[in-house]
């Protein structure tokens, strides 16, 4: 119950301010755009199967830019509830500072803090700092790569282990990103992660977020999300390879 509330809160922290790796394109806008940019999203997701499932999820996407620095905040969470089960629910907060980002090259710091019920993460913190270089920068057509290291602190548990895994660790993290207007009222845009122990560097996380937005008006659009995750040496016995489709109806502030 205590977790429960503190997710159900957070919720509605979101609401007033968006896997285990996310997509931080999906809040980079245009250059020449001063004050706070970005879009609230809901899923609801109802299935009747053997029994009734409820699937309830938000992310926030808030972008705060200056003629020098930029500042995002990225929220999701996710509750699924059934007849038959106990809550299950995953969520993470993101924080991000990109310094000159109108520069070619620019700097990059960054903080999360996740949980996710479903795989048996029972917390996971993480900071770091990297260089991002712009490769692309078009009207219609953008793409990105970066570079850095973090250190990631994470506690494990799953339903065959009797007790908790705690890690910590420093990591290599990379991205390739694409942004692409495809037309007036279609926005696309990719990223692909490559994160590793120094020391494996060979056995990495690697993840693709892909995102599909149509604009309905100018406050409102529906987007598609596709995530997924291949973890080549995972903390706990769970499938190396996940993924998830999305849909969702966002409110663009």
């Known amino acids: 119950m205590k977790k429960a509330f503190l997710l159900i809160s957070l919720h509605f922290v979101c609401i007033a301010l968006q896997a285990q790796i996310l997509n931080i394109e999906k809040s ?18 109802l299935v009747k199967q053997e029994q009734h499932t409820l699937d309830l999820g938000s992310n926030l996407h808030a972008l705060r830019l200056t003629p020098k620095n930029a500042y995002m905040v990225i929220a999701d969470i996710e509750i699924v509830r059934s007849e038959k089960e106990d809550l299950i629910s ?15 090259l620019s700097e990059e710091l960054f903080g999360q803090i996740q949980y996710n019920d479903v795989l048996g993460m029972q917390h996971r913190y993480l900071g770091g700092a990297g260089a991002r270089l712009t490769l692309l920068d078009r009207k219609k057509i953008a793409m990105a790569f970066s570079a850095g290291v973090m250190y990631e602190v994470e506690n494990w548990k799953s339903e065959e282990e009797i007790s908790e895994i705690n890690n910590t660790l420093w990591k290599s993290t990379s991205y390739l990103s694409l ?15 490559y994160q590793a122990r120094f020391t494996d560097f060979f056995a990495p996380r690697v ?23 291949y973890d080549a040496a995972p903390v706990v016995p769970i499938s190396n390879l996940i993924y998830s489709l999305k849909n969702g109806l966002s409110y663009n502030f």
């Not at 806008?29 to 609801?44: A, K, P, R, Y």
């Open 207 to 229: 993840s693709s977020d892909i995102n599909l937005r149509f604009k309905i008006n100018k406050r409102f659009s529906f987007g598609s999300k596709f995530s997924v995750i």
């Open 90 to 104: 995953n969520g993470y907060l993101h924080m991000r500072m990109t310094m000159n980002f109108k520069r070619k």
């Open 179 to 193: 942004r692409w207007k495809v037309s007036e009222n279609v926005d696309f845009n990719m990223i692909n992660y």
């Open 28 to 45: 980079r806008l245009d250059n020449d755009t001063t004050g706070w940019l970005g879009s609230f999203e809901v899923q609801i997701d």
